[in-house]
C-alpha cells in the first residue's frame, strides 16, 4: 500500500496503490519529490526505529515507469541516511522514457560513507520540471550487489558510536532506563 509514502517537496499529487504498485501524479510545468517518510523499518510498531542496514550492498534498484505528454522526464534517486538523515544523490540524473514499464533503474551506493550505508532513513526520487501531467509507477524498491563483497558481516557490536546510541537499531519496548545510555 501507500503506507508511509508522501510528497517530501514540491507538486505530488493522489498517491495511491493498486494493481501490486504505488502510483502518483506530478502535475506538468512542476519538479516535486516523493519518499517513504522515514519508516524502513518497524513502520507499524516503532516508526523512528532507526535506518535500514545495506552494509555490503552495491545499488538500489527502482522498477519505476510513468505515462505521459513528455517523451522523457529526467529523475534523480536519492536516500537521506545517518542519525541526522543526511540528504545522499544516488548518482547523477536519470532520464525515464514515457511507457517503459519494464524499466529497472540501477543507481549506486558508492556516494554513501559505511556509516551512512549502514543508517538508511529514506530513499526517494526528484522528479524534474517537466511540461504535461506524469502519471508514475513504482513496483518495486530493493537493495542488490555485484558480487559477495563481504566474507562476514557484524550485525551488531553496540560499541561507542555505532548507530542508535551504541543499540544499532535494537529495541527497548519498555523501561529504557533499564538499559544504560538510552534514556
Not at 64 to 87: C, K, L, M
Amino acid at each position: 500500500g501507500t503506507e508511509g509514502w508522501f510528497q517530501n517537496f514540491g507538486t505530488i499529487a493522489a498517491i495511491s496503490s493498486a494493481s501490486g504498485e504505488l502510483h502518483w501524479t506530478s502535475p506538468g510545468g512542476t519538479t516535486g519529490a516523493i519518499s517513504d517518510s522515514f519508516n524502513n523499518t518497524g513502520a507499524f510498531y516503532a516508526p523512528t526505529a532507526g535506518g535500514v542496514d545495506l552494509t555490503g550492498m552495491t545499488a538500489l534498484e527502482f522498477d519505476v515507469w510513468y505515462t505521459g505528454a513528455d517523451a522523457a522526464i529526467g529523475v534523480q534517486f536519492f536516500v537521506q541516511a545517518s542519525p541526522g538523515s543526511n540528504y545522499v544523490a544516488l548518482g547523477p540524473d536519470v532520464t525515464l522514457i514515457a511507457g517503459d514499464s519494464s524499466a529497472t533503474i540501477r543507481v549506486p551506493l558508492t556516494g554513501l560513507t559505511a556509516a551512512q550505508k549502514a543508517y538508511v532513513r529514506t530513499w526517494g526520487m526528484n522528479i524534474r520540471t517537466h511540461a504535461g501531467e506524469a502519471s508514475f509507477f513504482l513496483k518495486e524498491v530493493r537493495s542488490s550487489f555485484e558480487c559477495f563483497p563481504l566474507t562476514s558481516r557484524v550485525m551488531a557490536t553496540f560499541a561507542p558510536g555505532s548507530p542508535d546510541r551504541g543499540l544499532n537499531s535494537a529495541l527497548v519496548n519498555f523501561d529504557n532506563t533499564a538499559v544504560q545510555g538510552y534514556d
